[in-house]
């Protein structure tokens, strides 16, 4: 093993013992689920610009029951990704940067995810029941 | 501590940094921190929209700064998908061939759906899916 800061990767860290790891890999796989939303979210627009008759077809097919689980995983994702970037913005002044500052902040970071991740799932379930 | 992030050719020229170096992480921070207002205000007006028929989405999308708010939401989350999932895969596709060939997949992909998705936004606010 080499002395050089590695990569976050499965293999290489005891992921087990540090909470903070993990919050780090799932950040990363947040942004992937999150450029997968970027994908779903530009087809909405592209729909919308296409006129009603394709926009319909479209819908037909974002509205299917199997995409609310995707909807949710998305908003698990945004809640994730969006609370973890503003803490690798905090860590970029230099604040919050030790170990045990790291793993408190991580914990914070899981709850207030889940919060935010109900609060948004609650609102869009509600939201007159009409998926996008 | 005797790490060093420095090759052992910069060491030998002596050049000191271009400041290049940092380009991606310096992009990577600055569109993080315009696309926090961006996505809120996304999520927010999306889930307050009274409903998704076509009429309805149009005239939300008509307004002015709807169409602004749209564009610059693609625009900077295309640029900081493409950028993380660069690092991805940098990190985690192994072999020179495969892993150049999918950074340049991915930086093709993240145009065209940047420009789909920017046309798409132009195209209802300036009056064509009436």
Redesign the interface.
Known sequence: MT???L???LTVYRMYRYTLLTSILLT?AA??V??AG??L??YW??A?????AA??GA?DVLALGALKAVYLIL?AA?SCH?LA??R??VW?TGHEIEREQAKRSSLLLVIASILLFVG?AW??LH??G??? | MS?S?RSPLAKVLGHGSAKEGVHHWWVQ?LT??A??PL??WF?VS???L???D?TT??AW?RQLWTAVF?ILL?LT??RH?QL??R??VE??VHGSGMKTLALALVTFFHVV?AA??V???L??ALG??A
């Open positions: 002395d050089r800061p990569s976050p990767h990363r942004g992937l999150l450029s970027l994908i979210l530009v627009l592209v919308v610009a296409s006129g009603p926009y319909h819908r908003l945004f969006l970037g503003i690798h913005l970029d948004l609102w869009a939201a007159g009409h998926a996008p | 790490l992030l921070r993080s921190v696309l926090v996505t809120v999520v999306l889930l307050s009274p409903s998704y076509h989405v149009v999308m749209l693609v989350a295309a998908s993380g999932v690092v991805v990190d985690y759906v789909a998705g046309l798409a936004v195209k209802v064509g899916a």
